[in-house]
């Protein structure tokens, strides 16, 4: 599992990458994880395993801008490290600097890889200031994604995007998520007396303060009569937004059982990102039971289904931001109508289901190539049925090599087992040399 991101920092990547380790974990496989080296000061608090799986860091340099995130710097032995631990497959997981040196040295060695789009860098180079390299950044993205045998991208709008843009062997493949963890049972009534003790009408974000999520929108919405702003997260932007949004109850970055109630215990969840691919807050607040309201645009076309299980708004436009909140707020029935729709549409989705999916689109893969001398296939195979995953996809066993629905694919059989990669290089003390 090569990971642009991974724990402690938190995001849509690092989310994903855990559900599918503990996937691989509970169906009986092996994996090994590389992402950037945190920062010094975080290490701390950083794992060296997860779910069963070694964490390897690379190393890694702060981002301009955002230094809580770090990105991979060059790696020279990655290719040692991937063959030390032979792999039949490295998953690539929003594939950026260490997406690429790892799908070139799976490339060298004979090992297939299946890149995972997950964040639209072009689009958020633009949002810091570097608009004149979103062409170039997607040329090179392109060029990364063809080294792999398939891309699965987690939306329609980013298959589609995809394929503009030159890349071949794209398949959507979504996200899961805890429908017990994200539920309308952990609304918390004493945090809504806390945030709402006029009996506000309570109106979250839940996600990170970053440039690209375009937070500052919220701004249209601030004064809403009858209604509270609440923001759940941290990031680069906070001081800003702490200024521009003065009434607002910030609750800052939340866990566990913390972030459960805080979702669950919102109205109305709002979302101002343009470019998700997938957005996974806006999933979670479905699932617990809150109506949603987004941007017709990216991931959020998927998520939302306009006026059954949410509200879409012209993307980028605060008056109709406010227009479509100002519906929620005045219409309790509107409310509660689309948070029940939105809680049933999600009942498919948990990441069993999903993680299943992908372990189909490794045999598939799996299926097209022979295996190199001496990689593991010593790993026990649990898919032993066919059935529909929550997005149209087949999902089969060795018994039944069934096709995934694809975009751009040609057949491909199934394989009975696998080991799942990815690897840095460490200090004695674990750390990046």
Not at 101 to 108: E, F, G, S, V
Not at 186 to 203: M, N
Not at 337 to 356: F, K, M, N, P
Request: aromatic share 6%; proline share 8%; charged share 20%.
């Amino acid at each position: 599992m090569v990971s642009e991101s991974f724990l402690p920092q938190v995001d849509g990547v690092t989310n994903s990458v855990c559900r599918v380790l503990e996937h691989l974990r509970d169906t009986g496989h092996e994996a090994l994880v590389v992402a950037p080296a945190p920062a010094p000061a975080a290490r701390r608090t950083a794992p060296r395993s997860y779910a069963g799986a070694p964490v390897l860091w690379s190393p890694s340099a702060p981002m301009p801008g955002y230094p809580e995130f770090r990105f991979a710097t060059p790696w020279p032995g990655l290719a040692a490290a991937l063959r030390e631990f032979r792999p039949d497959i490295v998953h690539l997981a929003a594939p950026a600097g260490l997406g690429a040196q790892a799908a070139y040295a799976a490339r060298r060695l004979g090992v297939p890889s299946i890149a995972v789009y997950q964040t639209d860098i072009a689009a958020f180079a633009t949002r810091y200031g570097l608009s004149a390299a979103e062409r170039t950044i997607w040329r090179w993205l392109a060029s990364v994604h063809r080294l792999a045998a398939r891309t699965l991208a987690p939306s329609w709008d980013a298959v589609d995007t995809l394929l503009a843009e030159g890349v071949q062997r794209v398949a959507r493949w979504s996200r899961g998520v805890d429908l017990e963890r994200f539920h309308p049972d952990h609304r918390d009534e004493r945090l809504r007396a806390a945030l709402a003790p006029r009996g506000e009408v309570l109106v979250g974000y839940v996600g990170r303060l970053a440039r690209e999520k375009r937070v500052e929108l919220l701004a249209g919405i601030a004064d809403l009569p009858g209604a509270r702003l609440v923001v759940v997260g941290d990031g680069p932007c906070r001081p800003a937004l702490t200024r521009a949004l003065p009434g607002a109850a910030f609750l800052g970055f939340r866990t566990g059982a913390d972030l459960s109630a805080a979702v669950a215990s919102l109205d109305v969840f709002v979302h101002t990102g343009t470019h998700e691919t997938f957005c996974q807050a806006a999933q979670e607040a479905k699932a617990s039971g809150v109506a949603v309201v987004g941007p017709a645009a990216g991931g959020l076309l998927d998520v939302i289904e306009h006026e059954r299980t949410g509200l879409h708004y012209t993307p980028g436009d605060p008056h109709a931001l406010r227009r479509e909140v100002t519906r929620l707020v005045e219409d309790g029935e509107l409310r509660a109508r689309l948070a029940s729709a939105a809680r049933a549409s999600v009942a498919g989705c948990d990441w069993y289901a999903i993680g299943d999916e992908l372990l189909g689109h490794y045999r598939d893969v799996l299926g097209t190539a022979q295996p190199a001398a001496g990689r593991r296939h010593r790993l026990p195979t649990r898919l032993t049925r066919a059935r529909r995953g929550p997005g149209g996809t087949r999902i089969a066993g060795p018994a039944e090599a069934a096709r995934p629905a694809w975009t751009a694919m040609t057949p491909m059989t199934a394989v009975p087992a696998l080991a799942v990669t990815t690897v840095t290089t460490a200090t004695t003390d674990g750390w990046p040399g």
